[in-house]
């Protein structure tokens, strides 16, 4: 049998932690109760249901209230909808980085078409924002600014506690994508809409939420029962629910086990990949997501011929696009440094040796290419 090649996509997703797989199977063989339902069964689901909200909720901010959704995806469509409730309708216009991931730069490009405003924001070339020149931006005209915490391509970490109070000083809301920060890094307590997603802290697909800071009034994304506050209607799965809920939990349990692994790993492909050049920022920076760039190679030919690691040239979400990463040409890189740059994921599952081995195969292929 064909040996499985070292994962090192974990920015894509996650494998699915084996106490969450145990968590799971009894919600999708014998608990099978509708949650919504007023009986025993469903009481039982309902309960679960609640719990593992609970569990999700004790990473995130005290106050603000949590959705659950299909994805982060739809979290981040379903939070742009603050946009309708506006009274004022001279504030109608949205900031946004312009490394933002595909969800929130898709769903601005949407509401631009209903009529706002959308400013794409430039980042400086290690990927972090200036505060100063994002501060003269921001104005009385400005509804929403939405910057995430840890981009998905190069691990930057924005400094949203200090963005959101920019925002919140000129009336304007602050949206947070903590797909990639969640469970990893601490959350700004200032936020006020954030979107999260299972599958990245080695919990299921197919289950996202949306965290929004009380007081805060969202029109419903999905009409329907009225389920999940009225905001999302449709049947829970308590299955998915609990299976996020027990992701969530042992991140809680595992955060300095965690922590102390990762930057054991990036340590160790610092080393390994020492003749590569890192993009975006190395001191604000998530650890499982190292961003390189090799001069002269070509990365679609490389992932071709190293068949025994799976890695990526950036996110999974544009992978089939064809289209250079929006991230790196914000950052100043050209087509070719882009087309030589690849991202890989550690995890709480791979090994140092898992990143030596993948590294002797990446730099093998990669020598062979140059000659």
Known sequence: MAQAPIYLDNQATTPLAPEVFDAMIPWLRDNFGNPHSAHILGRKASAAVEHARAQVLALLPDDGQLLFTGSATEA????????????FPSRNKII???????????TAAAYEKKGFRVAYHPVKSDG????????????EHTALVAAMLVNNEIGAVQPIEAIAAL???????MLCDIVQGYGRVSIPDNIDIAAISAHKIYGPKAIGALWYRNGLSMPPMIHGGGQEQGLRSGTLSPALCVGFGQAAELCVH???????H???????????????TINGSTDHRYCGNLNIMRTDIDVARLM??????????GSACASGSGRPSHVLAALGLDRAQIRSSIRLGFGR???????????????????????
């Open 349 to 371: 599952y791979n090994s140092e040796d898992d990143i030596e081995r993948a590294a002797n195969s990446i730099n093998q292929a990669v020598e062979a290419q140059l000659g």
């Open 128 to 139: 972090i924002v200036s505060l100063e020149q994002l501060d003269r931006v921001i104005d």
């Open 304 to 313: 071709s011929e190293v068949r025994d690691v799976a890695f990526s040239a």
């Open 96 to 106: 946004l980085l312009e490394t933002e991931h595909a969800a929130v730069r898709d």
């Open 76 to 87: 981040i469509n379903t939070g742009f909808g603050i946009l309708e409730t506006l009274k």
């Open 167 to 173: 925002a919140h000083e000129k009336g304007a809301l």
């Open 262 to 276: 990762i930057q054991a790993l990036y340590d160790k492909a610092s080393h390994c990949f020492s003749n590569w």
């Open 254 to 260: 595992r955060s300095r086990k965690d922590t102390a």
